[in-house]
C-alpha cells in the first residue's frame, strides 16, 4: 500500500495503459537514451486512499530535472471492436489512452482563495485528477525538440501536491543515462498522406485561406516533429480514395489557364504551399497522382480557367491514355520541373503515377506511366504495390511495397520502400492501429534497418472520412469508424476544437522506431553493418517483416542493450 493518497507509477513508453487494469508490475525507473534523442515515458496514477470517502483527489504535478521535458495528460477513445487479425495481442473493446493533450511542465504554485477554503493552483490553471475507479496517465517526452543535452545520468523527480493542502500526495522518480553518442541525421524519407480537404471540413474553413495556413501549420509541424519529412502535396486534387464518378473537395495548388488550346501554369499557391511546409520541417514533397487510384484509367479532377469560367477540365470522363490529357501532362511536367529546378527542389518530389496497380490494371497502368516516363527520367518516380513483377518488368521504377508482399524485392531491389495500411498486421506484423501493441507499432525500424529500406508511406495521416470519403467522423469520439472497425488505422493525429494538433501516443512510439533506426545506424558507423545485423540476429534471430517484437519487456531489453554497445565502443 502506497504512503501517499495517489498511487503513482513510472512506466516505458511501450506500456499500455487501461483505466481497470493495475499497472504496478511493469513499473520502470530507469531509461537510457543518446544525447540528442527524444526518451518518452508514463506515470500512471489512482486514487487509492480507502480511509477518504471523496471518488477523486485533484492535484498539481511538480516536476523537478535538468532535462528539457514536454509533459501530456493521456486522453482516451473508445475502440468498439478488435479485428481478428489482430488477436494475438489479446487486446479486447474498451477505452485505449492515445490522445496526447498538453499540459504546462513545472507550473508555479500559488495560493488563492475561495469561500470556503485556500486552492493551491498553478499560474495557467491546470489541475490533473486522480479518481478512485480508473487509472489515468501523463506522457512526458524528454528533449522532445532533439537538442544536444549533457551526457551522464539525470534524476527526474515527479511529486504530485494537493490543491487543497499543497501537501505531497504522490511522488516518483526516474533516472535517465543520456549515452555520450548523437543519433545519425534520418535518412529515411518518410510521408503519411495529408489531407488538405479533411481539414477544410472539420474546421468549416475555407481551402487554402489564410486560416486554413494556421490549421495547417499546426498539423505539418506535429508531423514534422514526429519524424515526417515529406508531404502530399496536391498540386491538382488527388485522386484519392474517391468513389468512381464522385469527386473530393478541390485542393489544387497549380492554376490553369486555357488560352488558345495551350495551358498557362500559375505555381504561386504552389510556392505557398512548399514554403510553409518547409518552415514546419518537411524537407521532400510528394506530387499527387497523375491518374486515378486502382488502375490508371482516368485523369484526376483538373480545375481550370476557360474563357473566363472557372470550370473542371479533366476528371472521370477524361481517359487516361487520351491524346487530350496527355497533351495537358506533357505541357505541365516540363513547366512543374522548370519551377522546381528554380527553388532547388527537384529531386526532392517523388512523383506518383496511380496507387495500388494490380496485374489485371497492368495495361492501363503501363499506358499510363508511358505518357510521363520520359519526361521524368532521373526523378524519383514510385507507387504503393504489391506485385513485383511490376518493377522487374521496368513499369515502376521505386517500388513503395506492402510489408505484407515486400519479402519478394529482398536482395533484388536497391531502392526499395515500404508501406502498410490497416491489413497488414497478420502474424506479428508491425502496425500502428489501436489495437496493435506498441513494441509490435516501433518494431518497423528495426525491420526496416534490417532491409535497408529508402522510405516509408502511409495513406492516413489526418484521414478524417468513412470508406471512399463518404461522411466526417470525429475521431476522438468514434476512432473506429473508417471502414467499420479498424481503430485508427486511418489517422495519427486527433483534431482540437480550436485549429490545433493533438498528437497520439502511436505517433510517438512510431517515431521511437524511426529513432531506434537512427540508433542502429549509429552503431553501424562504430562497428559495420555486419556486426550491427549480428547484434540484431542475438535478440530477434534473421529479421523479417513478420518479426514478432515479443513483448514490452524484450524490446526495451533490446533497445538498453543497444545504447550500452554504442557506449561501450564509443569509449574504446
Aim: aromatic share 12%; hydrophobic share 35%; charged share 25%.
Amino acid at each position: 500500500m502506497s504512503q501517499y493518497p495517489i498511487k503513482a507509477v513510472a512506466l516505458s513508453s511501450l506500456h499500455r495503459v487501461f483505466p481497470e487494469v493495475d499497472p504496478s508490475g511493469a513499473e520502470k525507473l530507469s531509461f537510457s537514451c543518446l544525447k540528442n534523442e527524444p526518451l518518452s515515458f508514463q506515470m500512471a496514477f489512482k486514487f487509492t486512499d480507502e480511509s477518504n470517502p471523496a471518488v477523486s483527489m485533484p492535484f498539481n504535478l511538480k516536476i523537478e530535472s535538468d532535462l528539457p521535458i514536454s509533459l501530456y495528460s493521456e486522453g482516451a477513445v473508445p475502440v468498439l471492436q478488435c479485428p481478428e487479425p489482430n488477436l494475438d495481442d489479446k487486446y479486447r473493446s474498451g477505452l485505449f489512452y492515445d490522445m496526447l493533450l498538453p499540459k504546462t511542465v513545472n507550473p508555479k504554485i500559488t495560493e488563492g482563495g475561495n469561500p470556503w477554503s485556500a486552492v493551491y493552483f498553478d499560474g495557467d490553471n491546470i489541475q490533473l485528477h486522480a479518481v478512485r475507479d480508473s487509472w489515468k496517465a501523463v506522457w512526458l517526452t524528454v528533449n522532445e525538440n532533439e537538442k544536444t543535452v549533457t551526457p551522464g545520468k539525470h534524476i527526474i523527480k515527479l511529486q504530485l501536491t494537493s490543491r487543497s493542502s499543497n501537501a505531497t500526495v504522490g511522488e516518483c522518480e526516474i533516472t535517465v543515462d543520456v549515452i555520450d553518442a548523437k543519433l545519425p541525421k534520418q535518412q529515411l524519407i518518410y510521408t503519411n498522406w495529408f489531407h488538405c480537404d479533411c481539414l477544410c471540413d472539420t474546421y468549416g474553413v475555407e481551402m487554402f485561406s489564410e486560416r486554413f495556413w494556421d490549421i495547417f501549420r499546426n498539423f505539418a509541424t506535429a508531423a514534422a516533429k514526429n519524424g515526417m519529412n515529406m508531404i502530399l502535396t496536391p498540386c491538382f486534387t488527388p485522386p484519392l480514395d474517391t468513389p468512381i464518378g464522385g469527386e473530393r473537395m478541390t485542393a489544387q495548388l497549380v492554376g490553369v489557364q486555357v488560352v488558345d488550346g495551350r495551358y498557362k501554369f500559375d505555381f504561386t499557391l504552389l510556392k505557398r504551399f512548399i514554403d510553409e511546409s518547409k518552415k514546419c520541417g518537411i524537407k521532400y514533397f510528394e506530387h499527387s497522382h497523375f491518374f486515378t487510384q486502382w488502375g490508371a484509367k482516368n485523369a484526376p479532377k483538373v480545375m481550370a480557367t476557360v474563357n473566363g469560367k472557372y470550370k473542371r477540365i479533366f476528371g472521370w470522363e477524361t481517359k487516361a491514355s487520351g491524346k487530350k490529357y496527355a497533351e495537358f501532362l506533357r505541357q505541365y511536367i516540363p513547366e512543374l520541373l522548370k519551377f522546381l529546378k528554380e527553388l532547388k527542389i527537384d529531386k526532392k518530389f517523388l512523383f506518383h503515377v496511380s496507387d495500388e496497380p494490380s496485374p489485371r490494371m497492368k495495361e492501363d497502368y503501363l499506358k499510363a506511366t508511358n505518357i510521363v516516363r520520359d519526361l521524368l527520367d532521373g526523378y524519383i518516380r514510385g507507387d504503393a504495390l504489391s506485385h513485383y513483377e511490376f518493377y522487374e518488368e521496368d513499369i515502376v521504377q521505386t517500388p513503395i511495397v506492402s510489408t505484407g508482399s515486400i519479402h519478394n524485392f529482398f536482395g533484388i531491389c536497391k531502392n526499395l520502400w515500404a508501406y502498410y495500411t490497416g491489413g497488414q498486421c497478420k502474424d506479428g506484423m508491425s502496425n500502428r492501429k489501436l489495437n496493435c501493441s506498441p513494441e509490435r507499432n516501433r518494431m518497423l525500424g528495426v525491420q526496416m534497418y534490417a532491409y535497408n529500406i529508402k522510405g516509408f508511406l502511409h495513406w492516413g495521416y489526418n484521414f478524417y472520412y468513412d470508406l471512399l470519403s463518404y461522411g466526417l467522423f470525429d475521431p476522438k469520439i468514434e476512432p473506429c469508424h473508417y471502414n467499420g472497425a479498424n481503430p485508427a488505422t486511418a489517422f495519427m493525429v486527433y483534431p482540437a476544437t480550436n485549429g490545433d494538433c493533438i498528437q497520439s501516443i502511436r505517433q510517438k512510439v512510431f517515431y521511437d522506431g524511426l529513432n531506434d533506426m537512427r540508433a542502429l545506424k549509429a552503431l553501424e558507423k562504430l562497428i559495420g553493418r555486419k556486426e550491427t545485423l549480428k547484434f540484431i540476429e542475438k535478440h530477434y534471430g534473421e529479421v523479417d517483416f513478420h518479426t514478432h517484437a515479443e513483448s514490452e519487456e524484450k524490446f526495451i531489453e533490446f533497445r538498453e542493450e543497444l545504447n550500452q554497445k554504442i557506449k561501450s565502443n564509443c569509449d574504446e
